[in-house]
């Protein structure tokens, strides 16, 4: 293939994109693009024309996966010597291979999970901490490592970036530090240090530097958007002040700040880089005119320098679809339904997606899918080629390619093999009996593929030892069932946004603008996940005949084509009204009369010193009670009250909503989530029918 061949079928910013083969070059690229497919030209052209050596190419990207199809379109345009990793399979393999030439001794042993060692700090330090709260700590720790902050400095740098930890900043720094003296002790590293040691050694050892810096000479990184300080810190060790830098992302595609990401390098790429060439990709080539323009109008209303308005190329196709559900198992139900009909119109189930906020709202639609008779799966559950039934039948079918002989022909004798396992002509009901088939059927289809183009047994196995490498899974028939956050990366012929309320999107514990801000390019991402097919939806109350007091996301007013509420909360972290404001700084204590100036002591509605009686028992019901709400939403327990509102709650044991509402910390959003059973509490304690 001639260099000119590689920049046919390009559009004209694809193309400039293709032709800027030296850096430092930014290419801003919306969703659906065609991002993957400007880059892999790019660098195809380059090595085609000489402008660079395949092997002296390092294309960085954030998925195992995303590296695979990197190197798999990059084999098809005939340039297949390129490396495409993730940071961290990047970093370790030089670690490994430096280390014992200028360290010596074996590299230390990687970690799969944090919580091992977690434990035992905690046991260490006297504590019993949950699973769920060690992984919560773990995920503190995490983010500290990737912005470069130690276990001294975490509890004020969590307090400035409105961290919310499951126990105190201070006793979180305290396992922080006792995690690090045990990783230490026993020669281990996780992901976080594997990026800071490759950095270190290639900073200290001078002859590290020089041998990484001749091998990789031109560097690309997708995803740049998702960049944290450690990545970066990384990059610019690896690039020693060159710049033959090509990186690509989307600013309104942000969505893991959380985790230490921050789009400032790309949105500040051409000041870092003067000379750089800034190119933007706003042609959809993914999703029709109909959800390419709610796309846009959603955006239009963010608070951003740096929207850009996406041009849809694909013809006409149906408009959103916005659906409004008395309850939750309704709504389930109901997207059941048109998920039915759409396969009932050709659009095959594994070409339909439901997203939504937090992985606890998938349990509602598992269930109404299987009474439904329609097969799903949960992506983000368990990787493809890490399935116990999967692992066996590829451990099987190596052995039988081994044995088999030249005539043997490829999809019978994968057959064969996988009706042994439990494959049958007709799919079971449901369950994991059907999750099962469906892994091996997928399996199954994959030999029909590769069978089609003559492929033999020892091709079959080849190709599954290449697919799980990279975490590329035949596609498994059955509706998707993901969270926002997994989806990122991904597209579907139709997509089902569902539970679309205030206080889910944006989620409750969004606090500051900020964080608002990034739960609108949630769910951005969520609509541009469709091609054709986009419904949203939301339910008024959680279960089949409460309280509806729900309100659609604020993201979707005039959207949706119905007027939007007359009031609506306002926005957290954008300042109250004057009124307000002032009532709260003149409240006084219910017991003595004095103004209150402490904000805990305005939640309590008294001074901390003043005595006041409540019932002790129903203090621990409450606190029992939110332990348990806290684990059902995957939250840590603050979030559903604090401690000082919970006390406030049991001094003042409100027996009806207007008494709850009193309370401060207790807002609309919380009331229809947690007012029931909350208020139920307080009356059974009144009755004195709390053990009835």
């Known amino acids: 293939m001639e260099p000119a061949d590689v920049l046919a079928g390009l559009d004209p910013e694809q193309r400039a994109v293709a032709e800027a083969v030296r850096g ?27 402008a660079a050596d395949a092997q002296g190419v390092l294309a960085v990207t954030f998925t195992t996966r995303a590296a695979g199809e990197l190197r798999q379109r990059l084999r098809a345009l005939g340039v297949p010597g390129v490396q495409a990793r993730t940071f961290h399979a990047a970093a370790l393999r030089q670690l490994t291979y430096f280390w014992p030439r200028v360290i010596g001794g074996d590299p230390p042993s990687v970690i799969e999970s944090k919580l091992p060692l977690l434990a035992a700090a905690s046991r260490h330090a006297g504590r019993d901490l949950e699973r769920s709260d060690l992984r919560d700590v773990a995920a503190e720790i995490e983010w500290a490592k990737v912005v470069q902050v130690g276990p001294e400095d975490y509890a004020e740098n969590a307090r400035k970036a409105h961290r919310t930890p499951p126990v105190p900043a201070e006793e979180v720094a305290r396992l922080y530090d006792a995690y690090e003296t045990l990783r230490r002790e026993r020669h281990l590293i996780d992901f976080e240090t594997i990026l800071e040691l490759t950095a270190a050694l290639i900073t200290e050892h001078r002859e590290v530097a020089t041998q990484v810096r001749q091998q990789y000479r031109h560097f690309v990184v997708d995803e740049y958007q998702d960049v944290n300080p450690l990545q970066k810190l990384l990059l610019d060790t690896w690039l020693g002040g060159r710049d033959d830098l090509c990186v690509v992302g ?62 849809a190329q694909r013809p006409d196709g149906p408009e959103p679809v916005f659906t409004e559900y008395d309850d939750e198992p309704a709504e389930a139900e109901g997207v059941a339904r048109a998920v039915r009909r759409l396969a009932d119109t050709g659009v095959p189930l594994r070409e339909i997606a439901v997203l939504f906020r937090v992985n606890a709202q998938s349990e509602a639609y598992e269930e109404a899918f299987a009474k439904a008779g329609i097969p799903c799966l949960v992506r983000g559950a368990d990787r493809f080629f890490e399935r116990p039934e999967v692992r066996k039948a590829v451990v099987l079918l190596r052995g039988a390619a081994r044995s088999a002989g030249a005539g043997d022909d490829l999809a019978p004798t994968v057959h064969h093999i996988l009706a042994g396992e439990g494959l049958t002509p007709q799919a079971p009901g449901g369950g994991k009996a059907r999750e099962k088939w469906e892994s091996l059927k997928a399996l199954a289809d994959l030999a029909e593929d590769m069978a089609a183009e003559g492929a033999s047994l020892a091709d079959f196995v080849t190709e599954l030892e290449r697919r799980a490498s990279e975490q590329h899974a035949p596609p498994v028939e059955g509706v998707t069932l993901a969270s926002l956050h997994a989806a990122k990366g991904l597209e ?41 097919h986009l419904a949203v939806s939301w339910a008024l109350a959680r279960s089949a005949g409460g309280r509806r007091s729900r309100r659609p996301s604020r993201f979707l007013d005039g959207l949706t084509g119905r007027p939007a509420p007359r009031s609506r909360p306002a926005a957290a972290g954008s ?34 010193t003043c005595p006041v009686d409540y019932d002790e028992g129903l203090l621990e019901r409450l606190r029992a009670w939110r332990t348990a709400a806290a684990k059902e939403a995957k939250v840590p327990p603050y979030v559903v009250f604090t401690d000082v509102t919970l006390q406030a709650i049991a001094e003042r044991a409100p027996v009806s909503e207007q008494d709850l509402l009193a309370i401060a910390g207790v807002g609309r959003i919380k009331l229809e989530r947690y007012g029931d059973a909350v208020i139920g509490l307080c009356r059974a304690a009144a009755d004195g029918t709390e053990n009835a």
């Open 24 to 50: 430092p070059v930014c290419v801003l690229a919306g969703a659906g693009t065609g991002k993957t497919r400007a880059i892999t030209h790019r660098i195809a052209h380059a090595v085609r024309s000489g």
């Open 575 to 608: 300042g109250a009204p004057k009124e307000r404001r002032a009532a709260a700084a003149t409240a006084s204590c219910r017991v003595c009369g004095k103004t209150l100036a402490a904000a805990a002591e305005q939640k309590l509605g008294r001074c901390a």
């Open 492 to 532: 579907w012929d139709a997509v089902f946004l569902v539970g679309a309320t205030d206080g889910m999107l944006p989620i409750v514990y969004a606090e500051t603008p900020e964080q608002i801000e990034e739960e609108r390019r949630l769910l951005y991402v969520g609509v541009t996940r469709a091609r054709a």
């Open 250 to 311: 989307d600013p309104n595609q942000t969505i893991y700040s959380f985790n230490g990401a921050t789009p400032r390098y790309l949105t500040g790429f051409a000041v870092e880089y003067p000379d750089a060439a800034v190119i933007r990709l706003v042609r959809d080539y993914r999703s029709t005119p109909q959800v390419v323009s709610l796309a846009n109008r959603l955006l239009a209303a963010a608070r951003t320098p740096h929207r850009m308005t996406l041009l």
